[in-house]
């Protein structure tokens, strides 16, 4: 069993930055793969980026070259670095673990981008 807890959420203007972060209740070092998605009001949830153990990453179109995820094996946590936030950023971001045995979600932290 593992818990996520994300955190880093917030109001923020167009065009600033915001720094999330998934804090893991055990180690993270044999789960290969984790994830931030995210939905917006009305719409499905989607996916952000993946984040592997080795460094590897795959970020969704809408957010490459402004979003950066990183882990921290030490820490036991996954972090989201947002630049450039714009209005359609506004969300709640999720966390997500694919464990050997189960998946794992957090409960959510809530980024809205001002205009």
């Known amino acids: 069993q593992v818990q996520l807890v994300e955190s880093g959420g917030g109001l923020v203007q167009a065009g600033g930055s915001l720094r999330l972060s998934c804090a893991a209740s055990?180690?993270?070092?044999?789960?290969?793969?984790m994830a931030w998605y995210r939905q917006a009001p009305g719409k499905q949830r989607e996916l952000v980026v993946i984040a592997r153990n080795g460094g590897s990453t795959n970020y969704a179109d809408s957010v490459k070259g402004r979003f950066t995820a990183s882990r921290d094996n030490g820490k036991n946590t996954l972090y989201l670095q947002m630049n450039s936030l714009k209005p359609e950023d506004t969300a709640v971001y999720y966390c997500?673990?694919?464990?050997?045995?189960?998946?794992?979600w957090g409960q959510g932290t809530q980024v809205t981008v001002s205009s």
């Open positions: 055990r180690s993270i070092n044999s789960i290969n793969v």
């Open positions: 997500y673990a694919d464990g050997p045995l189960a998946r794992y």
